[in-house]
Structures are given as C-alpha cells and as structure tokens.
C-alpha cells in the first residue's frame, strides 16, 4: 500500500462510482459502483499492490491481503463509508471509564459461575468438536502461507497414528521433562476486582492467563510463575495496591469503553454453529453467531462475563457504549523455539537466546489420542484458515462418511489459525471454545485461544522448533 489519500476521494473510489473494474495482477477483483475499499487506519484505498489476493475475514467481510496475510483493506458499503458525521473516520472508539474509579465496588463485578471447575479433564472433547485439522497448501511466500484448506494428507490407515497402542500410551516415547519455576503465591481471598485486575496485567505482559473472567485457577498461577521467571521478580497476587500500581505502567487500569459500531451491529453472524459437520460444511463461513461473542473474543474474555458487566445493555445497536477488558498492545518478538509443556498444560515461546517471550495455557492431547514426543518442526502458518474433513483418516462424526470442506470462522474447528507441524495432521491452532483452554484436552494437537494462538503464530515462522516435554 503505497498511496492513501488523507483529505479526499481517492482515485480507487472514484472509479468504483463510475462502475470502472479494478483488477488486481492475481485477485481480478471487481467493484460495484457502490463499494469502496477502506484500510485499516480508515482512509480510502487509491489502488492495490500486484500481490494483493482476495479473502473473507472472520467475519465474512470481503477483505484484500498482501502476500504476508496484512489487511490492505476491507471492502465496505460507499452509502455507510459516507453516511458518518464528518468527513474522516473516526477513530476515537476507546473512551476512559467515566464514573467506575478503581475503589468503586462495581467497577469489577463478579464474574457469573462456570459450567466446569477450574481442574476439569476430559480423555475427549464432547462430539468430536476438535477434530484433527487438515494439511494447507504452501505458496510462494517467505515464511508463512496465509491461506485456504486443503485435503489432509492421503494415509493407508498405517500412519503414525494407527500406530499407537490402543491405550494411547507409546511405550518407546522417551520422557522428556519440563521447565521448573519456582511456585507462584498462593491466591487467596480476593475480590473479583482484584483477580480481573492480575488477569489483564498477565495478559499484557504476554503472560496470558487464558480467558479474562474475574476467576482464579490453574491458568493464572502458571502465568504468574511463567511471568516470574523472566522478570526475576515475585509477584504477590494478594497485594492489590502493587497489581493496580503493575496495570497503570503497563497502559491503565482493566476496564476502558468501547462504541458498538454499525459493522458490529451488522455481522454478518450465523444463528447458531451445528455440531453436526456436513451441517456445518453448509454454512457460507463459520462466524460468530452474535455480537457479545464477538467483542469477548475481541478483547479476550468470557462471553458470560462481558455481559455480566453490562447488565441490560443491548449489543446490537449501534452507538451503545460497553465496558470491556483494555488489553493493551500485543506481545511482539522473534520466536525461535516453542515448548509443548503436557504437565503444565501450557506453551513456552522462547527467543534465539534463550529468552521466555511468552507464555499461553494450552489443551494438549489427551489419553486416547496423545501428542507426540520429542522434536517437529513449524512448516506452515495459515490464518484463519479453512477445515477439511475426512472420515478415513481421522474419525467418524455422526453419520458423516464423505469427504467434507468447512468454510474458514472463528467457529470452525480449528478456531483462526493453523500452525502446521512436521508430524502429519499435527498442529497448534485456535478453538470455538476459549474458556475451556488448559481445563480440557484436545485430540492430540495444541489448542489455544484465537487470540493467543494469533500472537503466536505472527511471531512465529516456518522452521522454529516445537518440542513437546512432561
């Protein structure tokens, strides 16, 4: 994107509305007289590189990418572009709290009960909902292919994981140990406040503690001693005055306002994701199915609990102000070598030297169908990428016998990112379902969150190690 016209119709609008066709070298896409392409700082776009490629975002909006999957711009509506208050766009969405001062009691309210405890295991997921993801086609890109779905590779039954000893235990599999931290502080008696407060500074860090939901558990205490590690500091959960001292230097306080735009409001959204795949595979994209789903996921939180913190508040029209988790900037960096950790139930993403950058709670294989030993190697990269079935080579679901393609979403099974590895049908990617990351178990690849897992994999390339350990 080389030319953006700050203060005027760009050239690229003006033959949209004389129905003039653009065609991009490889997308040959064409406008209608009413659209115009948009980029993500909200200027209108004059033209579009030669290596710009057509895709559907998580959304189902119509969006151009260049060859490293970066939004150049999202096809929009001229009508709504224009129908605004003023002439730019606006870009002032995020408002400081009024009227919630940190020593307000409602300023954190508790966060609604879960359906499972903070322990849950499961050997499965309910329904096969995380099924093993397929292979994506590498294109001619650096590091990274930023693509669509592909049938999973072709086995005879005889692969590797028809080798495993029905128990799922390999009895050859060499035990590898994991990293020691040193035990976080207990968390004691702590208000939802209080315990919301340390999730976001965790999360800021890029220590994430999973879904933000006003609760303790497992995923906090291994983020803080994670955190602990690298800072060479502890961090006591309890003190609430140094956690809020912690969140003013990392950006401000938990909470921060956000404006329900019209795209919000609009979707598009599907009512409802089927269990059953051949239903799903019907589907014109796997979407979120409302707008509360959506913002969670925005900004890293529980579904229930963001609208336990707006009680009455209607996300369907636009203008409402809500409240929301403000998280910050993402983590940034280099990683050059990723730990599985099965005990932990958690990611390690560390630099060249050795450096932890990050931390994630992850689900990694389970008894029946474990992850595998040893060292693989990261080959491909997909964002938000498309899902094949296929019945012969991982599992049966339902009644579902033939060969399936799924459209790419936030809901599909494999969530918004696929990090293929060198084991076949192995992989990391993101989940429909964020609030039972590290308290259940996958199929035998590492699922994460859509937005850890997004982290990751933009730090992350072709060739970087992943090592699975004990």
């Given at each position: 994107?080389?030319?953006?016209?700050?203060?005027?119709?760009?050239?690229?609008?003006?033959?949209?509305?004389?129905?003039?066709?653009?065609?991009?070298?490889?997308?040959?896409?064409?406008?209608?007289?009413?659209?115009v392409l948009v980029s993500p700082e909200g200027d209108l776009l004059d033209y579009i590189p030669d290596d710009a490629r057509v895709m559907r975002d998580n959304r189902g909006r119509t969006v151009y990418v260049d060859g490293w999957g970066n939004i150049i711009a999202t096809a929009q509506s001229a009508d709504r572009y224009f129908a605004r208050g003023d002439s730019r766009p606006r870009r002032d969405r995020y408002r400081a709290v009024q009227g919630y001062p940190e020593t307000n009691p409602d300023y954190f309210p508790p966060a609604p009960e879960s359906e499972f405890g903070d322990e849950l295991t499961t050997s499965s997921v309910p329904e096969m909902r995380e099924a093993l993801p397929g292979d994506i086609e590498r294109q001619e890109l650096p590091d990274a292919d930023f693509g669509g779905s592909q049938p999973l590779p072709d086995f005879d039954g005889n692969g590797d994981n028809a080798a495993l000893p029905e128990n799922g235990v390999d009895p050859n599999a060499e035990f590898?140990?994991?990293?020691?931290?040193?035990?976080?502080?207990?968390?004691?008696?702590?208000?939802?406040?209080?315990?919301?407060?340390?999730?976001?500074?965790?999360?800021?860090?890029?220590?994430?503690?999973?879904?933000?939901?006003?609760?303790?558990?497992?995923?906090?205490?291994k983020a803080i001693e994670a955190w602990q590690s690298v800072s060479g500091e502890t961090l006591d959960p309890n003190n609430?005055?140094?956690?809020?001292e912690r969140l003013r230097l990392s950006g401000g306080m938990a909470f921060t306002t956000y404006e329900i735009t019209a795209a919000d409001a609009a979707g598009p959204y599907v009512a409802a994701i089927p269990e059953d795949y051949a239903q799903k595979a019907a589907l014109p994209h796997l979407s979120f199915t409302s707008t509360t789903e959506m913002l969670a996921e925005k900004f890293h939180m529980d579904e229930a609990y963001l609208k336990e913190i707006n009680p009455g508040v209607d996300f369907t029209i636009p203008g409402t102000i809500v409240k929301v988790i403000d998280t910050g900037v993402a983590k940034t960096g280099k990683v050059a070598k990723i730990l599985?950790?099965?005990g932990r139930k958690q990611i390690l993403a560390y630099a060249a030297d050795g450096t932890l950058i990050a931390a994630y709670p992850a689900s990694i294989g389970s008894a029946d169908t474990p992850s595998p030993s040893g060292l693989v190697t990261v080959e491909r990269i997909a964002l938000n990428p498309g899902y094949t079935y296929n019945p012969k080579i991982n599992f049966q679901q339902g009644e579902n016998n033939k060969v399936l393609t799924l459209q790419p979403g936030p809901n599909g099974p494999v969530g918004t990112v696929w990090?293929?590895?060198?084991?076949?049908?192995?992989?990391?990617?993101?989940?429909?379902?964020?609030?039972?990351?590290?308290?259940?178990?996958?199929?035998?690849?590492?699922?994460?969150?859509?937005?850890?897992?997004?982290?990751?994999?933009?730090?992350?390339?072709?060739?970087?190690?992943?090592?699975?350990?004990?």
């Open positions: 994107m080389n030319s953006i016209f700050k203060t005027s119709v760009s050239l690229l609008t003006a033959a949209s509305v004389l129905g003039f066709a653009l065609a991009p070298a490889h997308a040959q896409t064409y406008l209608s007289n009413d659209t590898v140990p994991g990293p020691k931290f040193e035990p976080a502080i207990a968390i004691g008696k702590m208000s939802s406040a209080e315990i919301t407060a340390l999730q976001v500074f965790l999360d800021r860090e890029g220590f994430s503690p999973g879904v933000i939901d006003g609760k303790k558990g497992s995923n906090v205490t609430a005055d140094d956690i809020l599985a950790d099965k990090i293929a590895l060198s084991k076949p049908t192995y992989g990391i990617h993101g989940t429909p379902e964020p609030s039972k990351i590290g308290k259940t178990q996958s199929h035998g690849c590492i699922r994460m969150t859509n937005w850890d897992a997004t982290e990751l994999a933009k730090m992350t390339s072709a060739g970087v190690t992943v090592e699975f350990v004990d």
